[in-house]
């Protein structure tokens, strides 16, 4: 069974620019979630995606949305880059349902680098 | 505020030697608590997940325990392996909706 993939897995822009990071979760996962990772807040949650609504939001400013897709693949948008958004960003599925513990399966993630 | 603390922040050991890590938290209501690990430059892995009624749950050589009463959580590491080498988050999900609170990690580094 194919695990969560992310892409792009590296990429850099300059401040102002807008960035869409993508997530394809693991087949019959039907919740996604993205998480910002940085050495000095370490792991934050952004927000959750369930049947293409999102369902939980962190405390990040309006200039990260996502949305969701009918075929539960994800994507996460930032808008007007700041160098504090140079972050490790991981999307996670879990199940959502029958036979859900909470448990999370995170992808390798997208390092975005702001310049 | 709920919140996750992880202690020690890093930690250097020798190559078969024990160690343990230490997670105190204030997430209310509670769910369930897991351990992951996070090897360098990839995506965190779950090790093990506890629930309230849990005290212990182990995985291989590694262990963890959870008081509910002191909302304390360790890891125990045995007999330590140089792939062990890697952060260990605590992740506390909260009742109802599963929303995790992360803590910062500890870094562990084992020596040969």
């Known amino acids: 069974k194919a695990g969560v993939t992310q892409t792009p897995r590296y990429l850099i822009k300059t401040r102002g620019q807008q960035v869409t990071l993508s997530c394809s979760p693991i087949?019959?996962?039907?919740?996604v979630s993205w998480y910002q990772q940085t050495p000095g807040q370490g792991l934050q949650f952004l927000f959750e995606y369930f049947s293409e609504t999102q369902r939980n939001k962190g405390n990040f400013p309006g200039r990260f949305s996502g949305r969701q897709f009918s075929n539960s693949r994800s994507e996460m948008n930032v808008s007007t880059l700041e160098l504090g958004d140079s972050a490790l960003y991981l999307c996670?599925?879990?199940?959502?349902?029958?036979?859900?513990?909470?448990?999370?399966?995170f992808g390798e993630g997208s390092r975005l680098t702001v310049l | 505020k709920n919140q996750v603390e992880q202690s020690p922040q890093s930690l250097i050991i020798l190559e078969g030697k024990n160690c343990t890590l230490q997670c105190n938290y204030t997430v209310s209501p509670f769910s369930n608590l897991r351990w992951y690990k996070q090897d360098t430059g990839r995506g965190p892995v779950s090790l093990t997940i506890m629930t309230f009624s849990e005290n212990t749950k182990s995985n291989g050589r590694y262990t963890a325990t959870l008081d509910a009463d002191t909302k304390q959580s360790s890891l125990h590491i045995t007999a330590s392996q140089l792939s062990d080498s890697a952060s260990y988050i605590c992740?506390?999900?909260?009742?109802?909706?599963?929303?995790?609170?992360f803590g910062r990690g500890t870094s562990l580094i084992v020596h040969p």
């Open positions: 087949s019959g996962h039907r919740s």
């Open positions: 992740v506390v999900a909260l009742g109802g909706s599963y929303i995790p609170t």
């Open positions: 996670a599925s879990r199940i959502y349902g029958t036979g859900d513990t909470g448990e999370l399966f």
